[in-house]
């Protein structure tokens, strides 16, 4: 693939472009389509041809778009799998072809660890403990007796989805007052978030202490199904979420936000980086992890002005 040029500088044999093909999972979020973005534009600066396609939130178009990246014979095959489990044969396809996987953002469950090279991404888990972190301290200076939460799960069997969820619960154990009385999933979509809420609502109404949203989408849509059931979010409920979009940050700024957990989206630079070691035989870490901080509504108006996405 790469180097005809024998690592011979001025050699007349320029060098190929590094081909790399890239399934993304759709354009589900703000977050999903930032992260398009910077995997674009960090290829072309990287002088990196890529072939990207969307997969719409659909495993067999990613298992499909893999199967033609091995026909047409890419130099790196990356992506973003959509949920975690089923990747097992294509990805034995990819490794009997001989073409190097890098996993980014979102991790699958293989038991054989050599079927990809590497998993560029956030601890999820990690941000699942901050929510839960922000929300027992919270809890501190909140009436007596039981909290209710409600909480709105990302894509059903997705990484960021079962380690979000995981990670606030082991928090939250240690106060037995915050108890979620509901959770469902809303698909990382601000109209499904927004649907599902409506549905919390019509239930369980006045009772809903808390929400916890896996991604600032969900939170907003739900933010909006709060104000039209006539409570205030952000205090009448308060609202939690994950990723630190702009928008989640205007939502802050309003006082209909309480906090953000980072999640960055710009792992575009990263992954080009890293294609062009491994296409060079070099040594990656086997997982890259991504680093976050949290963002409560008291910082937002100060830290909006450097938000990249
Ligand atoms: O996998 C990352 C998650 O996917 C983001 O938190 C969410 O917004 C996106 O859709």
């Not at 001025?10 to 703000?30: D, I, T």
């Not at 069997?157 to 009385?181: Q, T, V």
């Not at 990723?243 to 992954?271: H, I, R, W, Y």
């Amino acid at each position: 693939c790469m180097g005809l040029g024998f690592g011979i500088a001025g050699s007349a044999y320029a060098e190929k472009p590094l081909v790399l093909g890239f399934s993304q999972v759709g354009a589900e979020s703000e977050w999903r389509t930032a992260n398009t973005a910077s995997i674009k534009d960090a290829a072309k600066q990287a002088g990196v041809t890529l072939k990207f396609a969307d997969a719409q939130q659909k495993q067999e178009n990613q298992v499909k778009a893999i199967r033609s990246f091995i026909a047409q014979k890419v130099d790196v095959i990356a992506f973003s799998p959509v949920v975690e489990s089923g990747w097992d044969t294509v990805l034995g396809e990819a490794k009997a072809a001989k073409i190097p996987v890098i996993l980014t953002d979102r991790a699958v469950d293989a038991k054989d660890k050599s079927l990809y090279v590497t998993f560029i991404g956030s601890d999820f888990v990690e941000e699942g403990r901050r929510a839960g972190r922000w929300l027992l301290e919270r809890a501190k200076s909140m009436p007596a007796g039981d909290i209710n939460i409600v909480e709105l799960q990302g894509t059903v069997g997705s990484a960021p989805a079962i380690d979000r969820k995981s990670g606030f619960a082991e928090i939250i154990a240690a106060n037995p007052h915050l108890k979620i009385i509901r959770s469902q999933s809303g698909d990382f979509t601000r109209a499904k978030g927004k649907e599902v809420m409506e549905a919390f609502l019509k239930t369980d109404g006045k009772k809903i202490n808390v929400l916890y949203a896996h991604n600032d989408d969900m939170a907003i849509g739900a933010i909006q199904a709060i104000e039209e059931a006539g409570l205030k979010p952000g205090k009448d409920i308060l609202v939690i979420s994950v990723d630190g979009v702009k928008g989640a940050f205007e939502a802050m700024m309003a006082g209909k936000l309480n906090v953000t957990v980072e999640c960055s989206p710009l792992l575009g630079p990263q992954l080009m980086k890293v294609a062009k070691q491994v296409v060079a035989g070099e040594t990656v870490p086997k997982r890259i992890t991504t680093e976050e901080s949290v963002f409560p509504a008291e910082v937002a108006a100060k830290e909006f002005p450097n938000r990249k996405y």
